[in-house]
């Protein structure tokens, strides 16, 4: 069920044949945004890099009508063109490197396509689509969590970036309001928490453990490793949220807010249910593996999402033994 299925009126969406540019179309997010936009009577133009046309066109066989075309984050000439070629309506900024880890090692790159791909997109809406909306994928890694206290990280808890990747995307944050500020580009930050579906990535800690799991219960695996189990998120579901990423490119305004469930849970919470639902053991099941840990994680998130419900009249409705059944559900028929 969508988050907007249960409010009297419907999330704000980009008008029916509005020009949809999403950039990262072959991720979790991009996935599950362009069939939502598609569902809307949406043209959605997919930016991908040349190497990923590939899983772009699979991706059009599978959902629709998809325009498929080219862009290299790194490479400002094509962004503009990009842009020039497209002139869309709404631009929605997904693409990133976003692993923490690949940060450390890959600074230079990670900041070049967080960073200085989001300058470059920008410079060529002011050129070429100044009444474009943008809507830029923020990370609640920019924020001091500790600073945010118990009501929730909003855009305003001061910034607090501790990795490459954090500080990358500070910095596209900035240029984003820079620009807005500026230019008067209808440029909008939607700062997201840990949002998670069958399409996340493994490495992904709640990822998989769900998978892990379905694995273990199938006799693939002998046990569930993990790096701790007192880990605490703001976990919600990565198709509600993209629900809401979309209502941001159809507002008259821009606005900077959060997009979370507002609540948290531990990686325990994510092995009692995966557990309980496959009728597996914690206690015999779950293994501790130090290696697994990554020295400078947070050891909490929340957001708050008071200003997505007042703008947007949206919140999440997908809770934890949902997203585990849905997750558990696809894994049984993949793993088989």
């Known amino acids: 069920m969508s988050a907007a299925a249960n409010l009297s009126n419907p999330l704000p969406r980009p008008a029916p044949g509005a020009r949809t540019l999403i950039t990262g179309l072959t991720g979790q997010d991009g996935y599950y ?53 497209t002139h869309p309506d709404v631009v929605y900024h997904l693409a990133a490197q976003s692993s923490v880890g690949i940060s450390w090692r890959e600074p230079v790159m990670t900041a070049g396509v967080n960073a200085m791909g989001t300058l470059y997109l920008l410079e060529a809406l002011r050129r070429h689509a100044p009444g474009a909306a943008f809507v830029m994928a923020g990370s609640c890694d920019c924020f001091d969590h500790d600073a ?54 493994e490495q992904f800690v709640e990822r998989g453990i769900v998978r892990q799991a379905v694995r273990v ?21 990565a198709p509600e949220l993209m629900e809401a990423f979309a209502a941001l490119g159809a507002l008259e305004g821009p606005v900077d807010l959060v997009l979370a469930a507002g609540r948290t849970l531990t990686v325990d919470d994510w092995i009692h249910e995966s557990f309980a639902q496959l009728g597996l053991d914690p206690a015999r099941q779950v293994r501790i593996d130090p290696t697994r840990l990554h020295p400078g994680d947070r050891p909490h998130t929340h957001g708050n999402i008071e200003l997505a419900r007042e ?22 028929h993949d793993l088989v």
């Open 311 to 332: 703008r947007l009249g949206w919140a999440p409705q997908v809770g934890l033994a949902e997203m585990v059944r849905r997750m558990i559900e696809f894994d049984r």
């Open 148 to 201: 945010a206290g118990a009501g929730g990280v909003t855009p305003e808890t001061p910034l607090k970036a501790t990795n490459p990747y954090a500080a990358a995307k500070v910095m596209a944050q900035q240029l984003t309001q820079c620009y807005r500020a500026h230019w008067g580009l209808r440029a909008s930050v939607a700062v997201m928490f840990n949002h998670t579906s069958p399409r996340r990535p």
């Open 33 to 85: 945004l362009a069939a939502y936009l598609l569902g809307g009577g949406c043209r959605v133009l997919g930016a991908v890099l040349p190497a990923e046309r590939p899983k772009a066109e699979a991706l059009a066989r599978e959902l629709g009508p998809l325009e498929i075309h080219d862009l290299n984050l790194e490479d400002p000439q094509s962004a503009e063109a990009l842009i020039a070629a």
């Open 217 to 237: 219960s199938l006799g693939l695996a002998e046990a569930v490793e993990i790096g701790s189990r007192e880990t605490r998120r703001d976990w919600s579901w």
